[in-house]
């Protein structure tokens, strides 16, 4: 791929994911009632959300300060651009050097670490005890991470996202039960992992658009992610052009639309992991973690 | 060479002469901060330099054996750290001096750290182990003469005297002693465990020599274990040094985090934070003795190229929190973080450099710990696949404890933040802190500046200070695989580019900036915190009622409680009692009010309608049966099942690395075995419910 196609599919992916993101969790919600027999909000009622709080007057707390103001721009800003380094329907993106899985899980606390400053600037109940825990969550879920960046990295032989997914198109990331562990590692942390509820009540107006946009984006990262290194296929490949585009495109809206059924199908039946059993779920993430390393390990001893 | 010596005269002679004349100090101390800056100068200018090793041999010394010095790489290197940190550490206190005489040791401070700066800039220069170890024992003679007399400065005189003596030692000592003298020596100093127990509150008491340790005499310390690993010339280390330090590193980074996240003042979590600085890099050293010891040099490059970021690291971002705790020190009273609070309204520059400081030592990006952190999951990545199975065990557990200690260090960074800086001042005091004076305030922006600009460029920071070291160090020819953009691992692959990183993100908050303006308007109003509809507190508490906010003691992340025994007992207690630890006046430590501080590894138990209570009735603190609520608490991580399982992997990887690589035909069923035990962990932890 040429240097002007690489930043053509760049920008094309970073004005689609952004433009969907609220979509995505809008149609999940929406599965989610038709599930359950309501008629539920349109898909892209998160995007009027959006628009009516953008209008908003931002109400700041008395005490608040530095943070409220700067903070939540700093939170839109890493999951943006987390979101921008995830390659969604073509690889060798302009972007492509810099997706390294941990810069891309980095940006991703970055934003966490974010929010939970403002919320502990206001210095009220909820907020705090919603920060520590999520604290706690992330003290949880890193090791898990790390374990399953080991595995992907010892399959792939680098932490590059896009060189993984490259690896992973040519059914090359092998053995498949390692990357399927590591990956099913990921999921759980997704799942499970510190998330931005009961952090944002303190904000309002135009700053909480800006938090929960970020938030859609972040569950559009993790998705991306695990799109990208578990069905790569239709994906255009680094020389890819126009057609191949296309095809990517409608490959990747195909599987989005299908993960976030069954996501939503997921939840209808499960339920949402509640808070308590989190802990556990992130222990059994660290566990598959660590056993996607050591597949990954015993098979590059016998190779 | 002469110039660098001349430093350390000029160092040592404006101490002695502040001494003898106090009312001369400060005006001494600036000329000893202007030799500082001109040494890290020279130094740092030498590193790149090719002269280099010089030698020098002074005319002073013992009989038979005179103090020989010689500078390499690697010397100016640390040289250049130790005196950029001591410069701003030495203005600092000068300028705190001349605007307050409430400056804790102030006068004190601009005598002693312009003397124990040129000792240890005298252990970094020596050429051999006997000028080394006598320089770092004079250094701990001043420490110690310097600071109060009590249990705790004697306890550190005794490390850094037992730590010169080691360095001493090891130099007659046959090779093969040296890694222990390494630990028991320098690694004692800086804060490895098992001692870390007694140096973390000595770190802490020791009011002003706190500051020097931590970001000076780590990076000395850590330059000396350097010295005694990587300095036996033709001699390969042995391939089991590597576990110890692997081990004890990554034992250190997680005790510290702990530590680090559930600190009571500002200086216990700067010195625990230190020890986990320390831990993360003998991590970083272990992982490049098995690299040498297994021939990869490029493995070995990428560790050393982390320990050099981590010490930088320290000496930078850790002298700058101990300069900001300084800082809130003096402007707000006192360091318990219970009695501050709020102190962004009054201090908003320190608040960013003590934010900046604590990005730099956490790992995210685009911070120096990030390109720390990543490359040693690289050089990991990159170890020999050994093929015992304990080996692949103890493999992934240095990686999970990798992944714990940042998020202990983001914990800490949130804490530390959170309760001293954001919020309300939770004492009178508090809200009345004042900035510490306009040139202290610039030495702590200068440092801000360093610490962030350290980790945006750390590519070419890497190049053009750390070649020269790693090839000294390593032996070998190598190129460290850093480019002007950031770091990679190999050739084929792209790595971490933090300058693009950085860039990005500030053009996207440019972006969003422009947007929000767009339809925002910029006037900023204000009204009463929502608190989830609480009524606005009385007007007696001009402050807000303080059981509405976190306590200062409170956001202990909980699995840092579930760690550590001694916490575990105190829940535990209160859990048979049926009351709270108590906190700041005398409340509960409860994190709000109805909200007690939440615990996860007890879940709440059903009540009698089934339902889980919302206000937490199920925690220790509220529970009302005062049995603990048998059979509600989680394996994971607590001392149930938990830890025997982690012990005996623990137990099995030592016993598995310390019998050596080499195909073993016999290790499937070991593998059958292990899965089978890690299944049996996991249907455990899933049915324990």
């Not at chain 1, 209808?268 to 973690?289: C, E, F």
Request: hydrophobic residues 55%; charged residues 10%.
């Amino acid at each position: 791929m040429t240097g002007a196609a690489a930043i053509l599919a760049q920008l094309l992916h970073t004005a689609l994911v952004v433009a969907v993101a609220p979509v995505v969790l809008g149609l999940r919600r929406w599965i989610e009632a038709r599930l359950s027999g309501r008629a539920g909000p349109p898909p892209w009622q998160p995007w009027s959300d959006l628009r009516r709080l953008i209008r908003k007057q931002p109400v700041l707390a008395e005490n608040a300060a530095l943070m409220s103001r700067t903070t939540p721009v700093a939170c839109l800003a890493a999951s943006a651009l987390a979101v921008a380094l995830v390659p969604s329907f073509a690889l060798g993106m302009a972007f492509a050097p810099l997706a390294d899985l941990l810069v891309i899980l980095g940006l991703l606390a970055v934003g966490r670490i974010a929010l939970a400053l403002v919320s502990l600037e206001a210095g009220t109940a909820q907020a705090g005890v919603m920060a520590g825990r999520g604290a706690a969550l992330a003290g949880l879920a890193e090791p898990a991470l790390y374990l399953a960046i080991l595995a992907l990295g010892l399959l792939g032989g680098t932490t590059n996202l896009d060189l993984l997914i490259g690896t992973q198109l040519q059914g090359m990331l092998q053995p498949l039960g390692a990357a399927v562990l590591a990956l099913g590692a990921l999921a759980l942390v997704a799942l499970a992992g510190p998330g931005s509820a009961g952090l944002t009540t303190e904000l309002s107006g135009a700053d909480l658009a800006l938090v929960e946009f970020a938030a859609s984006l972040r569950e559009l990262v993790w998705l991306d992610l695990l799109i990208g290194l578990l069905l790569p296929l239709g994906m255009a490949e680094p020389g890819g052009g126009p057609a191949a585009w296309i095809a990517g495109l409608f490959a990747w809206g195909i599987k989005v639309v299908v993960v976030t059924a069954g996501l939503a199908g997921l939840r209808r039946v499960a339920g949402d992991i509640p808070p308590a059993q989190r802990p556990r779920a992130l222990g059994v993430a660290a566990i598959l973690g660590a056993l996607a390393a050591l597949l990954a390990l015993a098979s590059a001893v016998a190779a | 060479m002469i110039l660098l010596t001349a430093v350390i005269a000029a160092l040592l002679c404006l101490g002695g002469l502040a001494a003898a004349w106090p009312s001369q100090a400060r005006r001494l101390a600036w000329s000893a901060a202007a030799a500082a800056v001109l040494g890290a100068a020279a130094a740092s200018l030498s590193v790149t330099l090719a002269d280099l090793p010089a030698a020098i041999t002074l005319p002073i010394g013992l009989p038979g054996a005179a103090f020989r010095l010689s500078l390499d790489p690697p010397a100016a290197f640390f040289l250049a750290l130790t005196y950029a940190a001591g410069a701003a550490m030495i203005a600092f206190a000068a300028a705190s001096e001349a605007a307050a005489a409430t400056a804790t040791g102030g006068a004190r401070a601009t005598v002693s750290i312009p003397i124990c700066l040129g000792f240890f800039g005298l252990a970094i220069l020596g050429a051999d182990g006997l000028t080394r170890g006598a320089a770092l024992i004079a250094a701990a003679t001043a420490l110690w003469a310097s600071g109060p007399a009590d249990r705790s400065a004697a306890v550190l005189l005794c490390v850094t005297l037992l730590a010169g003596a080691a360095v001493i030692a090891a130099a007659a000592a046959p090779p093969q002693a040296r890694l222990w003298a390494a630990l028991i020596g320098p690694g004692a100093l800086a804060g490895l465990v098992p001692p870390q127990r007694w140096i973390g509150p000595a770190h802490r008491e020791a009011a002003q020599a706190g500051t020097l340790l931590a970001g000076v005499a780590v990076p000395v310390a850590i330059y000396l274990m350097l010295r005694l690993l990587f300095g036996t010339g033709s001699i390969v280390p042995p391939a089991w040094w590597g576990l110890p330090l692997s081990l004890l590193g990554a034992v250190s980074a997680v005790a510290g985090g702990v530590d680090a996240a559930r600190a009571a003042d500002l200086d216990t979590a700067l010195a625990a934070g230190t020890v986990r600085q320390t831990g993360l890099v003998a991590l970083g050293l272990g992982i490049a003795l098995s690299a040498r010891a297994a021939d990869l040099p490029a493995v070995e490059t990428m560790a050393l190229a982390a320990v050099l970021l981590l010490a930088g690291m320290q000496a930078i971002a850790g002298t700058l929190q101990a300069l900001a705790n300084g800082a809130i020190r003096d402007g707000a009273g006192t360091r318990q973080l219970d009695r501050l609070g709020g102190l962004v309204h009054r201090m908003p520059g320190t608040t960013v450099c003590l934010l900046a400081a604590l990005i730099g030592l956490a790992a995210l990006p685009p911070g120096v710990g990030f390109a720390a952190a990543w490359l040693l999951v690289h050089a990991l990545i990159g170890l020999p696949h050994a093929a015992t199975l304990p080996s692949q065990l103890l493999r992934c557990a240095l990686i999970a404890t990798l992944g714990l200690a940042s998020a202990l260090a983001a914990a800490g960074l949130l804490r530390l933040t959170g309760m001293a800086c954001l919020g309300r001042p939770r004492t009178p005091r508090a809200a009345v802190a004042r900035e510490p004076p306009r040139p202290a305030r610039l030495v702590l922006a200068a440092l801000a500046v360093a610490a962030t600009a350290a980790g945006v460029l750390a590519g070419p920071l890497l190049i053009l200070f750390g070649d020269a070291p790693m090839r000294t160090l390593s032996g070998t020819g190598v190129r460290p695989l850093a480019s002007w953009l950031g770091i990679a691992a190999g050739a084929e692959s792209p790595g971490y580019a933090p300058l693009p990183v950085t860039g990005l993100l500030l053009l996207t908050a440019a972006l969003v900036l422009w947007l929000r303006r767009l339809t925002v308007p910029s006037s900023i109003v204000s009204g009463p915190a929502w608190e989830d509809g609480f009524a606005a507190p009385p007007a007696w508490l001009p402050f807000g009622d303080p059981v509405t906010q976190t306590a200062g003691s409170g956001f202990v992340p909980e699995f840092a409680r579930c760690l550590d025994p001694d916490s575990m007992g105190v829940v535990q207690a209160a859990d048979r009692r049926g009351v709270a630890p108590q906190g700041a006046y005398g409340v509960p430590v409860s994190d709000a009010r109805g909200v007690p501080a939440p615990d996860l590894c007890t879940s709440p138990a059903p009540d009698a309608d089934g339902t889980r209570a919302r206000d937490g009735s199920g925690t220790p603190a509220h529970d009302p049966s005062g049995v603990g609520s048998a059979g509600t608490r989680l394996p994971w991580p607590g001392p149930g099942r938990g830890r025997p399982a982690a012990v005996f992997l623990a137990a099995g990887s030592a016993v598995g690395f310390s019998r050596g690589g080499g195909v073993r035909p016999g290790s499937a069923p070991a593998l059958v075995l292990i899965l089978l035990a890690a299944l049996l962990i996991l249907c455990s932890w899933i049915g324990a419910a």
